[in-house]
């Protein structure tokens, strides 16, 4: 029973590289999100899908690209990374709709962007 | 600003008391209020998840109330674990079935033996 898979763990980029972070489910959930963790700060949105085909922009989109074509991944790419990237990612995915529906992570991308 | 404020920012108890964690929030409109626990280098696990019609859940040894007129809510731990220690990240739903959460910056709890 794996739930929601990050990929990598770590990663350090230089400013300027571009990379993918993975994230998978196997609960056919149709709602998957990618969320930023900071010091000092609450999780924030990047962006999320309501299903395959659908994306829309959170909170802080800015550097970063999603695509939904399958109902199981929803990738993150950074297009150039830059210091203020340096963050821990988290995947997070749930049943769509209703007044309850529970959210869950991943257990997290470490990124350093040098 | 934070809509959604938790205190205190850190505590350490001793194992086997019991602590509160507080949540005062400002999101309007407010349809869910959940609890999460998150272990270092882990993601959020949920604890309980109260509608503004509920006023208190269980979980174990987790306890979390509400008062929706107020806009407090609590986490109370009962007789905590070493395995307690972790961050409680308090999150508000705006709207019923919006996918739009704010999320505190948690309390981090240390329970020491």
């Known amino acids: 029973n794996a739930g929601v898979t990050q990929t990598p763990k770590f990663q350090v980029l230089k400013t300027g590289q571009s990379m993918t972070l993975q994230c998978a489910q196997d609960?056919?959930?149709?709602?998957m999100s990618w969320y930023r963790q900071d010091p000092g700060m609450g999780l924030r949105l990047i962006h999320y899908s309501v299903g395959a085909g659908i994306t829309d922009q959170g909170e802080v989109p800015n550097g970063y690209n999603v695509s939904r074509s399958t109902t199981e991944d929803f990738p993150l790419r950074l297009l150039s990374a830059a210091p203020s990237q340096t963050s821990v990612y988290f995947c997070?995915?749930?049943?769509?709709?209703?007044?309850?529906?529970?959210?869950?992570f991943g257990s997290g991308t470490q990124l350093s962007v040098l | 600003k934070n809509q959604v404020e938790q205190s205190p920012q850190s505590l350490i108890i001793l194992e086997g008391k019991n602590c509160t964690l507080q949540?005062?929030?400002?999101?309007?409109?407010?349809?869910?209020l959940r609890w999460y626990k998150q272990d270092t280098g882990r993601g959020p696990v949920s604890l309980t998840i109260m509608t503004f019609s509920e006023n208190t859940k269980s979980n174990g040894r987790y306890t979390a109330t509400l008062d929706a007129d107020t806009k407090q809510s609590s986490l109370h731990i009962t007789a905590s674990q070493l395995s307690d220690s972790a961050s409680y990240i308090c999150v508000v739903s705006k709207s019923p079935g919006t996918y739009k959460y704010i999320f505190g910056t948690g309390t981090r709890l240390k329970v020491l033996a």
């Open positions: 949540c005062n929030y400002t999101v309007s409109p407010f349809s869910n």
């Open positions: 997070a995915s749930s049943y769509r709709g209703g007044r309850g529906e529970k959210l869950f």
């Open positions: 609960m056919n959930h149709e709602y």
